[in-house]
Nanobody, 123 residues
Framework: QVQLVESGGGLVQAGGSLRLSCAASGRTFSTYAMGWFRQAPGKEREFVASISRGGVLTAYADSVKGRFTISRDNAKNTVYLQMNSLKPEDTAVYYC????????????????WGQGTQVTVSS
């Protein structure tokens, strides 16, 4: 089992940047594929980005491709989401998740979820 804690959210102006972090504790972090998801008010949770166990493979939602970058540091048990050129439509609660299974780029089938961190982008 793994516990996930997100941080780094906040209020930023459109065009700005934020870096989210997700710290994992519990079972060996490097055995999990990791993902970031978001949920805006009144909308369903949606996939944002994912990264394989070793960090070689990544995938992104079309809406964030070219602006967001997912990475991980297995020595620090942490996954990151660098968000650049933020838009008001990126406003949401962002969740990280861990998948105990083979890497599946855009699946929403994750086993463990964090509590989320709020990102608000003002226009």
């Amino acid at each position: 089992q793994v516990q996930l804690v997100e941080s780094g959210g906040g209020l930023v102006q459109a065009g700005g940047s934020l870096r989210l972090s997700c710290a994992a504790s519990g079972r060996t972090f490097s055995t999990y594929a990791m993902g970031w998801f978001r949920q805006a008010p009144g909308k369903e949770r949606e996939f944002v980005a994912s990264i394989s166990r070793g960090g070689v493979l990544t995938a992104y939602a079309d809406s964030v491709k070219g602006r967001f970058t997912i990475s991980r540091d297995n020595a620090k048990n942490t996954v990151y989401l660098q968000m650049n050129s933020l838009k008001p439509e990126d406003t949401a609660v962002y969740y990280c998740a861990a998948r105990d299974g083979p890497y599946a780029p855009k699946t929403s089938n994750y086993d463990y979820w964090g509590q989320g961190t709020q990102v608000t982008v003002s226009s």
